[in-house]
DNA sequence: GGTGTTAAATTAACACCGTTAACTATTATA
DNA sequence: TATAATAGTTAACGGTGTTAATTTAACACC
């Protein structure tokens, strides 16, 4: 009943426990399923104490979501240091990939779940910026390979050839986490197929015939 | 207030207004935007009539699901009389790309949405019926050009194949349907990207070099 | 030390949601 | 004509996101 914060370091604090709170039980349950009235019982408030850190549920979502963009993005950022231009494009899918399939519901808030008709600007991510932005880092190194002439000769576009890649994985993992548990597809091993998503997709793509799986 | 129905021909005209209205709103508004109560103002009735007819929200839905299911189905049975069997393949992913994309809320609906752990035997659609399943036809016309030995030697099992092209036509469809809208991302034309994915695919998983675009 | 001001947190309330129970009015049948 | 079944209704329950009004405590200042 009393304000038991006055200052701003401990502001933040709660900021992030309503945070962290929100992301558990919206990886756990779902988001739909998930109430504010839950997120704030968690960490033993009422629920419109979390209106004063965020204008509604939405923006707390999108809270989440930035967080997870960030996440992502530095996972990429440590695999941009190989030297081989397919290896970094291939680690890149790899983790990717992973990402998607260990955050089933993270990776579904952010992929996955059209909003807003487009994301207003509430967002904190600085799209663009390699180091906050996973998607900028695969254009860039498709930019590079494209420029070292790796792929092929009737490819004219490399933002064209960022996206496919990018399609193709995202497709693999989507599946996944949307139909993966239905009964009715007899689904082969994910590893086999994202394997061979990777491997056919740069088949098809690059210039030399056969990158090294 | 009275029985307006007695004939089980008017019951199943009612059935058939109500999964109407709930399609028109879910695709104009999306799935969750839309209520039972207002399903049934749209066709003049309370909101508990609809429980006459259907368990639940969720039993409606996956009723609506399921007519999408077969229409998609029957759109692609009719290309499957193609003789050729790539130009099947081809046409396989051109149609069902198509229904995507002109039925966004409905494709998300289909195959972007987890649902009960597994989509519980409530549904009609005989899965793996070439004629109301469309991923049985495309498994079906793979497996044929897999027989024909038309892929890459070291490719041995045809349902991979087939959920490989599968992903890679949900994966442009699906983001197209979930971040198309989003500025921060200079997306391709649609149709290019549909285009090189088809492409590429094939390209990498065909045994002959070129297929023709 | 008393005073006002400000900020944090709470309770109460609103309008809506999916769903169920109880009820009403009509029809078909006996 | 009485009875049973059926199609539809209203009322209600517990839950939702959110807002308004209110309490409580800490601070700044005279």
Redesign the pocket.
């Known amino acids: ?6 200052s701003e370091q401990d ?1 933040e604090k ?1 900021r992030a426990s309503i945070l962290d709170a929100a992301r558990h039980l919206f990886v756990e349950r779902g988001i739909d399923a ?5 997120i ?1 019982k968690k960490i ?6 979390l ?2 850190h965020f204008a ?3 923006a707390l979502l999108q809270a989440v979501c930035d967080e997870d963009f960030l996440k992502l993005a530095s996972g990429m950022h440590q695999v941009m240091q190989l030297p081989d231009l397919i290896a970094r494009i291939q680690a890149l899918g790899k983790g990717y990939a992973m990402f998607a399939l260990q955050n089933p519901n993270h990776y579904r808030l952010m992929f996955m779940t059209p909003r807003a008709p487009c994301n207003p600007d509430i967002t904190k991510i600085q799209q663009g910026n390699t180091e906050q932005d996973a998607y900028a880092q695969l254009k860039h190194v498709v930019q590079e390979a494209f420029e070292a002439g790796l792929f092929r000769a009737d490819l004219s576009d490399s933002e064209l050839i960022a996206q496919t890649i990018w399609a193709g994985i995202h497709g693999v993992c989507s599946l996944q986490i949307a139909l993966g548990q239905e009964g009715w597809i007899q689904w082969a091993d994910i590893e086999a197929r994202l394997q061979l998503m990777q491997s056919a997709l740069l088949q098809g793509l690059l210039r030399q015939p056969a990158p090294v799986a």
């Open positions: 009943m009393p304000p038991r914060i006055r502001r709660l998930v109430s504010m009235r839950e704030a033993n408030y009422s629920a419109t104490t209106y004063n509604d549920k939405e």
